[in-house]
């Protein structure tokens, strides 16, 4: 019996591969029959489906983060606007702090500083939540990649900022030691951060997301060059790192839609309720 039952699975298994049906769809799980006897495969449960999902959306994340053509774009492309910034980011900011008794000038009100450093906050929670309420499928999709590519986002930044090199040194400010300049400068986080929401939401929902968000991001970049937190150049290569991730985010957003699109009509090997072999053909609407 058990012979007869391992050759009909084989040859559903044969008959499977000649109509072209996808092996992936076949659950590797294997579960035992109460009694012992029978081996037959099972169904991946809820859980399993959503760390495994959630695990090839974080490699393709950083796959595409790192080894893609956009990443070569973004590069090429930001790259030399660092490097003409870069020449002017002291005369610059000369005009908001004067060397010689260590004093910031020309400065916003301490409002606009507050506002651009924790009212980022607002928009990451607001959309951050169209994860779960979002009205169609594509705004919950966008709003899962979105939570999952901003902590490696703020953990890129992180790693770069620990590394004392010269152009990680932050702007004279009297908030710091008039003797010593302070690290962390390069590149800059909150920059990143607004440039990820701005370039991926504007890909996937046009200039009516874009450019709210990309407003706040100019407020946030002039205030922290009036404030003396960052140079330009450090809050051109933020707004670098951002985009990389952004782009990055998009095409996990487009995979994401495309395998649940397919769901929609499975085909493959399964059992009944007997436990015996059978061939199911399903389809969602």
């Known amino acids: 019996?058990?012979?007869?039952?391992?050759?009909?699975?084989?040859?559903?298994?044969c008959c499977m591969s000649l109509l072209g049906v996808d092996q992936n769809s076949i659950n590797p799980y294997v579960t035992i029959s109460k009694s012992g006897?029978?081996?037959?495969p099972r169904k991946p449960t809820s859980r399993e489906n959503v760390l495994g999902a959630l695990w090839r959306d974080i490699v393709d994340l950083n796959k595409y983060a790192l080894f893609s053509a956009d990443t070569f774009k973004v590069v090429a492309s930001t790259f030399p606007l660092y490097i003409f910034t870069r020449i002017f980011d002291e005369d610059v900011q000369k005009c908001f702090h004067r060397e010689c008794c260590h004093k910031d000038i020309h400065q916003a009100p301490e409002w606009c500083r507050d506002l651009s450093k924790y009212g980022l906050g607002i928009p990451i929670a607001v959309l951050g939540m169209m994860a779960f309420f979002g009205h169609n499928e594509e705004f919950r999709v966008t709003g899962r990649v979105f939570l999952l590519g901003m902590p490696f986002v703020l953990s890129g930044k992180d790693i770069i900022k620990k590394i004392p090199f010269d152009a990680n040194r932050?702007?004279?400010?009297?908030?710091?030691?008039?003797?010593?300049?302070?690290?962390?400068?390069f590149p800059s986080g909150h920059m990143a951060e607004v440039s990820y929401m701005t370039v991926l939401y504007g890909l996937r929902y046009g200039?009516?997301?874009?450019?709210?968000?990309?407003?706040?991001?100019?407020?946030?970049?002039?205030?922290?060059?009036?404030?003396?937190?960052?140079?330009?150049?450090?809050?051109?290569?933020?707004?670098g790192l951002g985009t990389l991730f952004a782009l990055a985010a998009d095409k996990v957003i487009d995979?994401?839609?495309?395998?649940?699109?397919?769901?929609?009509?499975?085909?493959?090997y399964d059992t009944d309720m007997h436990g015996q072999p059978a061939f199911k053909?399903?389809?969602?609407f």
């Open 1 to 13: 019996m058990n012979r007869r039952r391992g050759a009909i699975c084989a040859i559903l298994l």
């Open 281 to 284: 053909v399903s389809c969602s």
């Open 170 to 185: 932050r702007p004279w400010c009297d908030r710091f030691a008039c003797d010593k300049r302070a690290y962390g400068g």
């Open 37 to 40: 006897r029978y081996c037959f």
């Open 255 to 268: 995979n994401r839609l495309e395998r649940n699109c397919k769901r929609r009509f499975n085909c493959g």
């Open 207 to 239: 200039l009516r997301a874009a450019v709210p968000i990309g407003i706040f991001g100019t407020f946030l970049g002039v205030t922290f060059l009036n404030c003396n937190r960052h140079y330009v150049s450090q809050l051109v290569a933020g707004a």
